[in-house]
């Protein structure tokens, strides 16, 4: 197995655990406060139904729709980088780098911290175009070689 690879399944896993955390964090509150906006959810404690989720679990809603919106782009491009072998440094430096941007934008979001989170975000964005960059240009010499 490849260094890049290794550093690659670490990150991708450390990013699962980070996700399963926010679920845990939007848990925490909603078993906390016994507030459930599904009714099923709510007759288990003997509650009613909220009509509105609490702002906490809200907020970790939207750091998980964030996520979705680049973790998925990550997994693939990471993977793509891996595959076409592309420079060990760079692609183990930028798979780190962006893992512990998400993580950081995460904590940034939960805790309201601006311009932080979008700093962080923008840490991730720019790991993302240059795994592309180097994606682009480990296909381009293949095709030239070919």
């Given at each position: ?5 290794a550093?690659?399944a ?6 699962f ?7 845990c ?7 906390r ?9 709510a007759?288990?404690f ?11 679990v809200?907020r970790?809603?939207k750091v ?20 076409l072998?592309?420079?060990?440094a760079?692609?183990?430096a ?6 512990l941007a998400r993580?950081?934008h ?7 911290w ?6 962080f ?20 010499e ?5």
């Open positions: 197995m490849s260094d890049s690879l550093v690659y670490l990150c991708v896993v450390v990013l655990a980070k996700m399963l955390a926010v679920s964090y939007q848990g925490y509150f909603r078993l406060l016994k507030a459930f906006v599904n009714p099923e959810d007759a288990v003997q509650r009613r139904a909220m009509a509105t989720e609490h702002p906490e809200i970790a809603s998980w729709a964030n996520d979705l919106e680049n973790i998925p782009v990550f997994f693939a491009l990471g993977a793509l980088a891996v595959a072998d592309v420079p060990a760079w692609c183990m930028s798979c780190v780098l962006f893992t993580i950081l995460t904590l940034a979001y939960l805790a309201r601006q311009p932080w989170r979008t700093l975000y923008g840490v991730g964005t720019a790991c993302l175009l240059g795994i592309g960059v180097i994606i682009t240009v480990a296909a381009l293949m095709l030239e070689r070919h």
